[in-house]
């Protein structure tokens, strides 16, 4: 059986389980290794995933965000050691003031987040949506009464810890330098320059072409799926700098081919965006050390030497991954739009690629 085979064999094993509903993309420059869709993009009409689907990508979007930091640091307007409450005047706030770029890219700054990932990720959550209208998220401002007058959970720069906020913060950092909002900055500077046509920032309650919507399974007491729900109630209704941005298997390759290139940033720049900067745990998992590095997660073997990077994306009906191989020069491209259905998967193909590719 070939890689292709086995993997197709395995997403519609998964799709019939209702464990995936997506799209999966590999591909070694330009030669698509394995692209399929699979489930429903509308469950109400029985539309299914078509291959170019449109997806909602959470967290991936924190590679823009940081592409874009970069780029304004390149052009000289700002440096990783500004500081981000001299910058954006949050004198009176519970931000600390040596706080910097860099701790916010690298999410060392202990800072508060807007919402706690930590824990119990379902109850948190539940409470935060109870308390906050989230439908009134529209902007990276309307995030800042959620965080900036909460005590800082450790002193800046004592370790990683993930955290949105400093990302909402460095979209703010974006609007006030380029004088654009954040999404037309990214629009301009990252999808325009790179032809992701079919990227944006898409309101979850507006009504657009090709678009999968978002579903989270609703279980029983032996976990077992009974029935779906959409979610509209349940996500932010905005993209923000942390996350949010719809996008497609193809143009988050050519994002990920055009960044290693060097069309987004300079040499000096792009090695900077592709090189681990902090331990994002203390333990190995399955084997490897994990770090995180700006808007980028790396794994690395004994060797010390890059196995994958790239970023996860997860909320509520909306699962995704966005990882390069550099060893087999491998983009992988995993969008999901049912809650958590893209983490197995992306394992099985992690393995699957040092088993089956050389």
Known sequence: MTFAEHLDQFLANKNREEQFSGVVLIQRNKDKLFKAAYGFANRTWKITNGVDTRF????????????????????????LDTSIVECLGLQDTMIPREATVWHMLTMTSGIADWFEESGDWEENWAALCHEHPIYLFRSNE?????????????????????????YILLGLVIEKLSGLSYFDYVRRNIFEKVQMNRSDFLSLDGVYEDVAEGYIPRTDSDNKITDWKRNIYSTTPEAAADGGATSTVDDLCRFSQALRGGQLLSAQWTQEMLTPKVLERAERLRGYTWKYGYGNFFLLDDSNQIVRWGHTGEEDGVSCRLYYYPRQNLDVVILGNQSWCAGSVAWEIHDLIFAMIP
């Open 142 to 166: 309307d995030y800042l009464p959620l965080f900036i007058n909460k005590t800082p959970l450790f002193p800046v720069g004592e370790k990683h810890q993930y955290n949105g906020a400093g």
């Open 56 to 79: 909602r990508i959470a967290s991936i979007s924190k590679l823009f965000t940081a592409a874009a930091i970069l780029q304004l640091i390149e052009k000289g307007k700002l440096g």
